[in-house]
Nanobody, 119 residues
Framework: QVRLVESGGGLVQAGGSLRLSCVAS????????MGWFRQAPGKERELVARITWSGATTVYADSVKGRFTISRDNTKNTVSLQMSSLKPEDTGVYYCAARNIATREYGFWGQGTQVTVSS
């Protein structure tokens, strides 16, 4: 079992920045790729960014490329999402999730943190 706890959400004006953090506990953190997802009202959950277990590879949704940066610290069991130049369409609940390296399935999810970007 992996427990994930997000923090750092809030209300910010368009053009502003936020940093989300996710702390993991339970099984060894470096056994998992990590992803940040978001879900806007009335929309499906979408992958925002993903980082491999070593941190060597990152993947971003086209809508956030150049504005968001995902990183991880395996010594602190944390994954972060630095969000800059925020837009109202970035509003939603942001979730971190752990993906098993072998099965490539996101089997563990945090409770989510709300990000609201005002225009």
């Amino acid at each position: 079992q992996v427990r994930l706890v997000e923090s750092g959400g809030g209300l910010v004006q368009a053009g502003g920045s936020l940093r989300l953090s996710c702390v993991a506990s339970g099984r060894p953190f470096s056994n998992y790729d990590m992803g940040w997802f978001r879900q806007a009202p009335g929309k499906e959950r979408e992958l925002v960014a993903r980082i491999t277990w070593s941190g060597a590879t990152t993947v971003y949704a086209d809508s956030v490329k150049g504005r968001f940066t995902i990183s991880r610290d395996n010594t602190k069991n944390t994954v972060s999402l630095q969000m800059s130049s925020l837009k109202p369409e970035d509003t939603g609940v942001y979730y971190c999730a752990a993906r098993n390296i072998a099965t490539r399935e996101y089997g563990f999810w945090g409770q989510g943190t709300q990000v609201t970007v005002s225009s």
